[in-house]
């Protein structure tokens, strides 16, 4: 069992500072995922870990042993490429055979160890078909065994079902995470998909111009974001700027730059002056006809500006004197909902609202 | 991106580059500059030098001027720029219609014309000409025919000088009858690939026919035939055989062969010459990538691209477009039939047209006699040795520009192409200046025959790099990636993953390295080792022809013997690589 260790990794091409001084620790058996947009540097960190690239700086440890100037070959990583990078000129079986052919393992081992593998990733008796008689769901699979049978120390994927359509998406991220479980290799595991990384990982870190922006496990990273980036990245969030007016044992009040006036009880931290940014979630975004009260506060008067029907929720989008606020509304049904133009009053929970100092 | 970093922070990046690359390539970059270096940079460098030594010995542009003064000189370059303005135009003007045709138009019969219209291709352009010669020159065949044929329509005219003269329109004729199929399968290359979604577009928006044609299909058209443009232009610039075989000597590239291999000649110019050749072909290549560039931009969208949109003909223009296609092809076949009617018939009386019988006798002389027999296993020899030359060193430089970053990436880039812009003379006299002087005792290079393996290999870089590059750039470096991943070292990963995927490609390019080696003209003419790889006689088929051509009706009709097996060799190669390569090998071949 292996934990990996980044220590002030940074990595540029040319005058662009792809990987920009981070560090980082996956435990042992741990399912962690880089989640960020495009370039944000998380594919570099893994091609770093694998070794096909050189840091320009930093440490990277598998458990005490500083690998940086081990060759990728000698790595015992197992990886999964966003394209499958399965060899056309080679059948199923010797795909999945290379690495232990590479570690010289006797032919019956590898024969049994094979046919393990691939009837672990549910192929069972596809091993004499070549990449091209493949679904890419297969395809991904065989990616996943040839991987998997090396029982490398360390296992590594690249975006791995962004090739995929999204219903296979969502299914083979279930079945990976549960070969996790089951084998207990430490995995990285690299995406731009949020939903994707919040459901399959143990712990994850969100990446933003070569920098984390935050770590932690999927609840903190959804309903604790550190910052603006973490919390407009990971899902829909409404966010309000503004001062911490007032601070009592159980709640903060809070004056926004536009003058509204909300009540939170996330008072850990919090001092008053400070400059906040407030997060709601639009599911935590109630939506009731214009002449709701609660004496609870945090009562907002406004327009409904547009309406996303996606089946399970309605998506509604209310203008307020403001700013423009989103609103999910579970199981919606004809009576319960609103129409375009209706005026409403939304409230939040003082639960459910999330301060981020803004240093 | 992550945040920007300074200028300095830059220079260290390059530096980094260079100490972070691995020996094995190191060495592979090391190896290439240095071939490189010897046996192409050295030699045109010696030319241009050369060209600035004046009879008298001093330095200075009196060779220049001589150029400008001497009015056959002067002609000679004039000559040879007007011939070949005059071809690109002939060739472009069969060439773009034909592929029209051919990729827009589905019509019956389509599927043979396919096949013919690279026979052009499968004659290498030297033995053409011999035909061409032999057949509509003086006393030919065709000229006889068509003297007797106007006869019957009552119309007199003396053909005696023949069909094809010793003048331009002779040389652009034949020049035409080689060159035109690089035109048409460039550009249909490019008219084929063209998204049909552009043209819908366009006409969604009110444009049709020639508006169509002229603002939409001819532009993104372009590249493909500026690409065929730019090799007719060049080869027909520094073409050697075909003002040799028709005795023009008003023509640039045959004046300094003959003032460099002619007793007493004026050595110098054939250097002038030689550069001032290079320099137009620098700069007709410099013209075309700044004002069309090669690159295709022809396929715009994301996502699959549909197959380009075919109309069928019927009636009427379907029999004009068979009818002209089919007067093309039977223009284009008369060097095939004429060589093989050279080779193997006995020659009709004087003025007369009929052969007389079939005879084997002059392709015995060829195989028995034992210098011409020589040259043929001489040639035999040189091109497979510069094939596998050819291949190693064009696969190296390719996978180093594929795979790897270093500083003077581009240099080498350059240099290994730099061969396809400069004419086989230059190469030639360049390899004679340097080579020819004696290295240890009285050892020179050019005395022996590895020199032509040399030759023909660097000249034919530029295709091995090309095909070596394309076909490297299909296997995705994550296919290299993973079996390093899964603990493969280097060379297993190259010998298990990479060779097995770019093999066809690979042989392909040998192949056409062998073909083009084994027909090869202007460095075969110019260098004359004497030791070959059988004995004192290293003379290659080529020279062996001309030598041959130049001789008595008996000895011109066994050179078309070997220019038969020149064909032969030429289609069994064209016919595999086509197999290798899936149906583009013409491509390869003319570009």
Redesign the interface.
Known sequence: MVYVRLENLEKTFGSIIAVDNISLRIEEGEFFTILGPSGCGKTTTLRMIAGFYKPDKGKIYFNKRLINKIAPEKRNIGMVFQNYALWPHMSVFKNVSFGLEMRKVPDDEIKSRVNSALDLVDLQGLGDRTPDQLSGGQQQRVALARALVIEPDVLLLDEPLSNLDAKLRVEMRTEIKKLQKNLGITTIYVTHDQKEALAVSDRLAVMGLGKIAQVGNPHEIYAKPANKFVASFIGLINLFSGKVSKVSKDNVWIKTKTGLDLVSSSITNVKEGMEVLVAVRPEHTEVHSQDYFSEEGNLISGIVEGIEYLGDLSRYSIKTQYQTINADQYSPSAEKSFKMGETVRLSFEKEQIHLIEII | ??????FK??LI?KL?NLR?IDKFSLSLILIAITLLSVFILFPVFSVVLDAFVEPSGEIGFQNFVNLIATPSYRRGLINSIITASLTLTTTSAIGIPVAYIMTRYVFRGKKIFTLLTILPLMIPPFVGALALVGMMGRNGIITNFLEDFLMLFGINISLKEGLILPNIPGIVLVQTFHLWPLIYLNTSASLSKIDPTLEESARNLGATGFNLFRRITLPLALPGFAAGALLVFLWSISDLGTPIMLNFTDYSVFQAFNEYTIQGGYREIASVISIVLTGISALALVFVNKYVGLKEYATVRAGAAPKSIQKRISGKLNIIVVVFLTILILFSIIPHLGTVVMAFTKNPSYGEWVPQGITLEYMVEALVDSNTSLSILNSLVYALLASFAGIFLGASIAYLLVRKKFPGKSILDIISTMPFAIPGIVIGLGFLYIFSQPIVGNFRLTSFWYILVIAYSMRRLPYTVRSSHAVLKQV?V??E?????????RI?TFT??TL??IMPGLMAGAILIFITSFTEVSTSLLLQPIIGPFGIYARPLTLQILLLAKGGPTAVKVASCLGFIQIIATSIGLYITNKLLGGKAGLAFGG
């Not at chain 2, 991106?1 to 300074?6: A, D, P, Q, V």
């Not at chain 2, 990636?481 to 070292?489: D, I, M, Q």
Request: net charge positive; proline share 4%; charged share 25%.
């Open positions: 991106m992550g945040r920007l970093k300074s922070d830059l990046e980094k972070s995705h994550s296919l990636e993973a079996a390093t991943s899964l603990g493969a070292s297993k298990s993953i097995p995927l």
